[in-house]
């Protein structure tokens, strides 16, 4: 994990309003046929200097409550692409935790682990609960990006 000061950018892709407790459930959960969307009508679209984005943001509360999921990627025109919205990430200070290994299981450990992080009563920092996204780097490497409240 690093903490890393970070630039805006923006995504284009599709959204959808869930939280926590309905991922668990498989008649509920949102995410992963997001995901399912995006790869079937997306992906034929990108170019070679497209990079996938998971984005997290409008959070209710905490990890507790609603939160909107857009899953995009930069280099993608929402004019091709029915329903898609583009999303500003702005600039902002983030803590950046890394995984490799194969895709789902290893951006799900991962998030595990973040819980596992900010769970602990002795953790130095505090999420902002802004814009928190995974950027994958390649089939088998993702970065997940946490925004905090200063360093």
Known sequence: MEARS??????????ARTCNADELEPTTAKIAPLWQHFYQHAVPSLGEQSCVYGVYSNYESDAEGQYDISVGATELSADRLEGAKHVHIPAGQYLVFTAKGEMPKTVIGLWGEIWSYFGNSDCPHERAYTYDYERYLDEQ???ICIAINGF
């Open 6 to 15: 970070l630039e805006e950018f923006t995504v284009t892709g599709f959204t």
């Open 141 to 143: 490497s993702v970065e």
